[in-house]
Each structure stands twice: as structure tokens, then as C-alpha cells.
């Protein structure tokens, strides 16, 4: 009877305790499983970092490291990862570029191509694999990409060629450098030139000729036509490098014919303020490094976006040249 009596009480107690648990909220072993899918989503996005994959159409040049440290820094400040690729002018190059950040399982590319027509074909692969690809700087002629970065180029062949009129008049005799053949900043560039050619039909064009983005090309080249030709007015390039290696050899030779280019590089602001070149056009390649990182990131997380982004080119002469060494800092 006294065991019988021992055995109720410890039942009694059992249920008791049982009770209050469930009213404390203790979890049941049975309820331990997975998280419902809305709950899944939200701890995925919060515990995974977003990464990136960003190839240039080279990185021996001021102006694309200014778009990869510009890019790298807004990645850092925004939460993701950035893998940084050289192309080192070669579209294939770049095409493997793509490739590879694809099978790395990036989240989205930002697209800097060296060939406007060549490297659709990234654009088509990572669109195949349903990752956001944003352009910056240079285009690529495909509707696969999500959005495209970039100033206007044709605008800033027209500005610096209205520049050389402007200061030598409606007639003289030019020679213009020009950038990779094929991409589209040298395509663009050269109608913003032509632009203005058409306009003036009394300034000749003794030759043109790609030196590729480069100083050391250009001033090669510049030394031909130095020879070939007894009076050039001036030097039209479509970019800064390659203004700079056409003022290295006219000076060499102890001449001074007034040379133009693009992208405000710090040694071509440094040649605008001492006077050895006439003017720059300026481009903001950390501004377009950063709003591509942006852009990418909306398109990732599945925000609407627009299909351009438009930066300003602006005028570097020695009224604002100050302004603008500021800038490049």
C-alpha cells in the first residue's frame, strides 16, 4: 500500500512538471526542424557576403586603376567581395575572365571590355548562367547586359577637337592618335572628332593611327611624323597616355605643337598646369567605378535599374586644372 501510494506521488509530479515546462515555452525535441523557407532566405542573406567579379580591358593605365580602386573601395563600404581581373587588352583574355567567375560562382561581373563586338559573348555566358552583368567605361554591343556605366564619348572627342579650333583656327593641319581599334571609346571618340572635322573643312588630317591607350606607342609614333610631315598644328589624342608620349617627342626635338587628350590622368593635369599640354577632358573613373558596384548590387538583390548611367565629361584647361588636381587625389 505504501508503494502504491510512493508511485501515484511520483507520477503526480512528473505530470506537473511537464505542464510547466510546455507553459514556459521549452522546445519539444519534435519540434527541432528546419526553418520555414521565408526563414531560410533571411538567414542566408544575412550570413552570406556578395561577391563580385570585375575584368578590365587592362590595369597598365591610371585611368582603369582609378576604376578598380574606386570599385574595390564602394564593394568594401557596401558589404561584398570584389575580385579584381586584368585583361591585359585581349578579349579573349577576357572572355576566360568571365568564364572563370562564372564556374567561381560570382553574383554578378562588371564588364570594363577591351572589343565592343568580341566580348558579347561574356555577356551571353553569364547570362546563360543568370548572373547580372553591368558595363563601365567601354561598351559591348549585346541586350543581354543589365546595365551600362560610362561617359558619353563622342561628346568628348567633340570637346577637345572644338578645343584645337578654337586655338589654331578654321584651317591647319592635324594629325590624331587614337585608342585600341575597336573599342568603342576610340570608335566614339574619333565621330565626336569627326563631328567637328565636318564643320571645318579647312583643317587637314595628315594621318591617324592607333598607339593603343599607350605613352611609349605614341611617341613612336609622333617621332615618324615628325619626319614625314613639315608642319603639324596640332596633336589630337584620344586619350592622355597617348597626348603625353606626342609631347615627349616634339619636345625632344625642341618644337612645341599644342596637344589634347582624355581622362585627366594626374600627369596630364601636371602637363595642363606647366603649359606642355593645351587642355584635358576629364573623366570621372572613380565615379564610374563606384556607381557600377552600386548598380550591380541593385540588380543583384533584384531592384529595378536603369539601362544607363551617365557621367560627365568636363573641360581641363589652366583656369580649373587646380580644381581637378583636387579631384584625382
Given at each position: 500500500m505504501?508503494n502504491?501510494?510512493?508511485?501515484a506521488?511520483?507520477?503526480s509530479?512528473?505530470m506537473l512538471?511537464s505542464?510547466t515546462?510546455?507553459?514556459?515555452?521549452t522546445?519539444a525535441?519534435?519540434s527541432?526542424a528546419a526553418?520555414s523557407?521565408?526563414?531560410?532566405t533571411a538567414?542566408?542573406?544575412?550570413?552570406?557576403?556578395?561577391?563580385?567579379?570585375?575584368?578590365l580591358?587592362?590595369?597598365?593605365?591610371?585611368?582603369?586603376?582609378?576604376l578598380?580602386?574606386?570599385a574595390?573601395?564602394?564593394?568594401?563600404?557596401?558589404?561584398?567581395e570584389?575580385?579584381?581581373?586584368?585583361?591585359?587588352?585581349d578579349?579573349?583574355?577576357?572572355?576566360?575572365?568571365?568564364?572563370?567567375?562564372i564556374s567561381?560562382?560570382?553574383?554578378?561581373?562588371i564588364?570594363?571590355?577591351?572589343?565592343i563586338?568580341?566580348?558579347?559573348?561574356?555577356?551571353d555566358?553569364?547570362?546563360a548562367a543568370g548572373?547580372?552583368?553591368?558595363?563601365?567605361?567601354?561598351?559591348?554591343?549585346?541586350?543581354?547586359?543589365t546595365s551600362?556605366v560610362?561617359?558619353?564619348?563622342?561628346?568628348?572627342g567633340?570637346l577637345?577637337?572644338?578645343?584645337?579650333v578654337?586655338?589654331?583656327?578654321?584651317?591647319?593641319?592635324?594629325?590624331i592618335?587614337e585608342?585600341?581599334m575597336?573599342?568603342?571609346?576610340?570608335?566614339?571618340?574619333?565621330?565626336?572628332i569627326q563631328?567637328?572635322?565636318?564643320?571645318?573643312?579647312?583643317?587637314?588630317?595628315?594621318?591617324?593611327?592607333?598607339?593603343?591607350?599607350?605613352?611609349?606607342?605614341a611617341?613612336t609614333?609622333?617621332?615618324?611624323?615628325?619626319?614625314?610631315?613639315?608642319k603639324?598644328?596640332?596633336?589630337?589624342?584620344?586619350n592622355?597616355?597617348?597626348?603625353l608620349?606626342?609631347r615627349?617627342a616634339?619636345?625632344?626635338k625642341g618644337?612645341?605643337?599644342p596637344?589634347i587628350?582624355?581622362?585627366g590622368?594626374t600627369?596630364?593635369?601636371k602637363?595642363?598646369?606647366?603649359?606642355?599640354?593645351?587642355a584635358s577632358?576629364?573623366?570621372?573613373g572613380a565615379?564610374?567605378?563606384?556607381k557600377?558596384?552600386?548598380?550591380?548590387?541593385?540588380?543583384?538583390?533584384g531592384?529595378?535599374v536603369?539601362?544607363?548611367?551617365?557621367?560627365?565629361?568636363?573641360?581641363?584647361t589652366?583656369d580649373?586644372?587646380?580644381?581637378?588636381m583636387?579631384?584625382?587625389?
Amino acid at each position: 500500500m505504501k508503494n502504491t501510494k510512493l508511485l501515484a506521488f511520483i507520477l503526480s509530479l512528473v505530470m506537473l512538471f511537464s505542464l510547466t515546462a510546455c507553459a514556459s515555452g521549452t522546445v519539444a525535441p519534435d519540434s527541432l526542424a528546419a526553418p520555414s523557407a521565408a526563414e531560410s532566405t533571411a538567414d542566408d542573406s544575412n550570413g552570406d557576403k556578395l561577391v563580385l567579379g570585375m575584368t578590365l580591358y587592362s590595369l597598365k593605365n591610371e585611368f582603369t586603376v582609378r576604376l578598380a580602386n574606386a570599385a574595390t573601395a564602394k564593394a568594401k563600404e557596401m558589404g561584398a567581395e570584389i575580385k579584381i581581373y586584368d585583361g591585359n587588352y585581349d578579349p579573349s583574355t577576357q572572355i576566360n575572365q568571365i568564364e572563370t567567375m562564372i564556374s567561381d560562382g560570382v553574383d554578378g561581373i562588371i564588364l570594363n571590355p577591351q572589343d565592343i563586338e568580341a566580348l558579347a559573348v561574356g555577356v551571353d555566358k553569364a547570362a546563360a548562367a543568370g548572373i547580372p552583368v553591368v558595363g563601365v567605361n567601354t561598351r559591348v554591343k549585346s541586350d543581354k547586359l543589365t546595365s551600362y556605366v560610362g561617359s558619353i564619348d563622342v561628346y568628348a572627342g567633340e570637346l577637345e577637337m572644338q578645343y584645337i579650333v578654337d586655338l589654331i583656327g578654321e584651317t591647319g593641319n592635324i594629325v590624331i592618335i587614337e585608342g585600341p581599334m575597336g573599342q568603342s571609346a576610340q570608335i566614339e571618340r574619333r565621330q565626336g572628332i569627326q563631328n567637328i572635322l565636318d564643320k571645318y573643312p579647312g583643317i587637314t588630317v595628315l594621318a591617324e593611327k592607333t598607339a593603343n591607350w599607350s605613352r611609349s606607342e605614341a611617341m613612336t609614333i609622333m617621332e615618324n611624323w615628325l619626319q614625314a610631315f613639315d608642319k603639324i598644328d596640332a596633336v589630337i589624342g584620344e586619350n592622355d597616355e597617348m597626348a603625353l608620349g606626342a609631347r615627349q617627342a616634339i619636345e625632344a626635338k625642341g618644337l612645341d605643337i599644342p596637344a589634347i587628350g582624355v581622362d585627366g590622368i594626374t600627369d596630364a593635369l601636371k602637363a595642363v598646369e606647366s603649359g606642355s599640354m593645351v587642355a584635358s577632358i576629364f573623366q570621372d573613373g572613380a565615379g564610374q567605378g563606384s556607381k557600377a558596384v552600386e548598380v550591380l548590387i541593385a540588380a543583384i538583390k533584384g531592384e529595378a535599374v536603369d539601362a544607363e548611367y551617365w557621367i560627365d565629361f568636363e573641360p581641363v584647361t589652366t583656369d580649373n586644372v587646380a580644381e581637378f588636381m583636387q579631384k584625382a587625389q
